[in-house]
Nanobody, 125 residues
């Protein structure tokens, strides 16, 4: 059974950077399509980025395009989300998710069967 654990969140000033990690256990992460999501209090869960099974081209939400970069390290069974030029609007709990059923990820949460517990990102103005 795949398990995902996110880390790397924290408090950062506007304009700062953070790198989130999503470490997988129980299965190879490159066997899944991967997505990053975020959810602010009182808001719906929002897709941030996703990639296809085995890596390859990555899609980004317009709100993070040019600032966030998704990458992976298969040797470490880990996916990363590099976040630059952070804004207060980026404040949320961030989740990684994995789908065994689809070859390509999606911004739709229902696609994913496996979720991490989330890591909090807070950006101060």
């Amino acid at each position: 059974q795949l398990q995902l654990v996110e880390s790397g969140g924290g408090l950062v000033q506007s304009g700062g950077s953070l790198t989130l990690s999503c470490v997988a256990s129980g299965s190879r992460l490159d066997s899944y399509a991967i997505g990053w999501f975020r959810q602010a209090p009182g808001e719906r869960r929002e897709g941030v980025s996703y990639s296809r099974r085995g890596g390859g081209p990555t899609a980004y939400a317009n709100s993070v395009l040019g600032r966030f970069t998704m990458s992976s390290d298969n040797a470490k069974n880990t996916v990363y989300l590099q976040m630059n030029n952070l804004e207060p609007e980026d404040t949320a709990t961030y989740y990684c998710a994995a789908s065994a059923s689809y070859d390509v990820g999606s911004f739709h949460a229902v696609v994913y069967e496996h979720w991490g517990q989330g890591t909090q990102v807070t950006v101060s103005s």
